[in-house]
C-alpha cells in the first residue's frame, strides 16, 4: 500500500489461506520445542536444541539431544580471530566461512544460494578474523594493583586463556577444549549434543553438494576457554551467562548465590565488574535460579582460588 503496489483481489484469498496454514503447520511442529523452552533466561539460546529442530525437519525424523536444554548466551566475537571453532564446547569443526553460514544451511537456505554468493561467508569469515576492538574500562583502574596481578594471571589463568598485550589483544592463545570434570561448570550445554545429534550432523541431505566433510561434528566433553579482549564486557560471565559478574567468578563455587536478581535496567557494575544485582525483584529484574538445570553457578574455581590476591586479578583483567 505504501508504495501503490496493486494486490489483486482474486490473490489475497489463496496468499492469505496459505499463509496461515503454514504458520499453523510451523506452529505445530514446533509445539515440542517451545513448550520445552519456554520460560528461559532473557539473552540466552537453545543453540543445539534449535540446531537439532532444524536438522530433523530437513531429514524427516526426530533428532532428540541431552536430558536438560542447553542454555547459552551469545558469545563474543573478539576472541574468534585466535580460533578454529565458533562454539562454547568447540562442537562444530571446519573452515570459517563455512561454519558462519552453518545455520542458515540448517534453517532451509540451499547451498546453491551461497555459491552464487560467495562473499557472503567469506565476508563474515574476514570480518570474525579481524575484529577493531577499542573497549577501554570505563572506570578506574589501579595500575599498581594491575601490575600485581599480571603475574598471577599469567601463572594461574594464561594456560588456558592465552596471554595479551599492553593493548589488551590476545598474543598467544591455544585453543583447548576444558573438560568438564576439570572445570566443573554446568554440563547441560555440553552434554545436549547427543550420539543422535552428531550422526545427524553428518548426514550429506542437510547440506547436499557440500564436500563431504567440510563440517565435522563431534561431542567435546567439556568447554572451550573464551579470549579474554575487553572481558570487562561480556558479563554475564560463563556459557550460560551464570556468573553476574567477575566478583561472583571470585567467589569460592560453593558460597556463591544459587539464586539471585539481576535488574536488566541499572548500569553497569563497575565495581563487581559485571551485571548489577538488586535487592529484590521488579519490573526491570531477572531472577537467576542457579537451581534449574543448565544454569548452575558452580565450577571454575580458579579465580577464587587465588584467594585476597583475585582483586589484583581482576584489576588486571580491566586493562585488557
Do not use: N
Not at 194 to 200: C, E, G, H, L
Amino acid at each position: 500500500a505504501a508504495r501503490g503496489v496493486p494486490w489483486p483481489y482474486d490473490w489475497r484469498q489463496p496468499l492469505t489461506t496459505a499463509t496461515i496454514a503454514a504458520l499453523r503447520t510451523r506452529a505445530r511442529d514446533r509445539a515440542a520445542f517451545h513448550a520445552r523452552v519456554t520460560g528461559g533466561p532473557p539473552g540466552r539460546i537453545a543453540t543445539i536444541e534449535s540446531f537439532a529442530l532444524a536438522m530433523a525437519q530437513r531429514l524427516g525424523h526426530p533428532v532428540p539431544t541431552g536430558a536438560d536444554v542447553g542454555w547459552a548466551k551469545i558469545p563474543d566475537v573478539v576472541g574468534f580471530a585466535a580460533r578454529t571453532t565458533l562454539s562454547f564446547d568447540g562442537v562444530g569443526e571446519g573452515p570459517m566461512d563455512v561454519l558462519v553460514v552453518e545455520a542458515d544451511v540448517a534453517a532451509g537456505a540451499r547451498p546453491a544460494w551461497f555459491t552464487s554468493h560467495p562473499l557472503q561467508g567469506a565476508s563474515l569469515g574476514a570480518y570474525l578474523r579481524q575484529p577493531e576492538r577499542d573497549l577501554p574500562f570505563p572506570g578506574p583502574i589501579d595500575r599498581a594493583l594491575a601490575a600485581r596481578g599480571e603475574p598471577l594471571f599469567a601463572f594461574h589463568c594464561a594456560p588456558c586463556h592465552g596471554r595479551y598485550g599492553a593493548d589488551g589483544r590476545v598474543r598467544a592463545y591455544r585453543e583447548e577444549v576444558v573438560d568438564l570434570d576439570d572445570v566443573g561448570t554446568d554440563p547441560a550445554r555440553a552434554l545436549a549434543v547427543s550420539d543422535a545429534f552428531v550422526a545427524a550432523a553428518a548426514d550429506p541431505r542437510l547440506a547436499p553438494g557440500l564436500p563431504a566433510g567440510t563440517l565435522r561434528t563431534r561431542r567435546t566433553g567439556g568447554y572451550v576457554p573464551p579470549v579474554l579482549t575487553s572481558v570487562w564486557a561480556h558479563a554475564p560471565y560463563g556459557h550460560a551467562g551464570q556468573w553476574a559478574s567477575l566478583a561472583m567468578l571470585a567467589t569460592a563455587p560453593a558460597a556463591r548465590p544459587t539464586r539471585y536478581v539481576v535488574d536488566l535496567a541499572a548500569p553497569y557494575d563497575l565495581v563487581g565488574v559485571g551485571v548489577p544485582l538488586a535487592p529484590a525483584a521488579g519490573p526491570t529484574t531477572f531472577v537467576h535460579d542457579g537451581a534449574r538445570p543448565g544454569l548452575s553457578v558452580l565450577g571454575h574455581p580458579f579465580l577464587s582460588d587465588v584467594g585476597a590476591d583475585a582483586a589484583a586479578v581482576i584489576e588486571y583483567l580491566k586493562t585488557l
